[in-house]
């Protein structure tokens, strides 16, 4: 059982930077695949970034390539995400989650914090 909260987001204008935290519970944290996730009103869910257990392998959507960072600490049982020139499309609500694989299908990931909104002004 893996429990995930995010924290980090917020309201913040085009060009800005965020930082996203995951907090999780549990030993077996440094077990999972970490996967970042976002919804905008009206759409579908979507995959952004994800990183391997030991973080040697990372992926990202196209959309936010050179501009975000996925990142993990497995000591602290915390995966990041560095959100740097952000656009008012990326405006959504941010969720972390955790995967036994290293996939970017969402129906994959077995454990999902809560989410945190990120909003982008224009």
């Known amino acids: 059982q893996v429990q995930l909260v995010e924290s980090g987001g917020g309201l913040v204008q085009t060009g800005g930077s965020l930082r996203l935290s995951c907090a999780a519970s549990g030993r077996t944290f440094r077990s999972y695949a970490m996967g970042w996730f976002r919804q905008a009103p009206g759409k579908a869910r979507e995959f952004v970034a994800m990183i391997s257990w030991s973080g040697g392998n990372i992926y990202y959507v196209d959309s936010v390539k050179g501009r975000f960072t996925i990142s993990r600490d497995n000591a602290k049982n915390t995966v990041y995400l560095q959100m740097n020139s952000l656009k008012p499309e990326d405006t959504a609500v941010y969720y972390c989650?955790?995967?036994?694989?290293?996939?970017?299908?969402?129906?994959?990931?077995?454990?999902w914090g809560q989410g945190t909104q990120v909003t982008v002004s224009s």
């Open positions: 989650a955790a995967s036994e694989s290293y996939v970017s299908d969402w129906s994959e990931y077995k454990y």
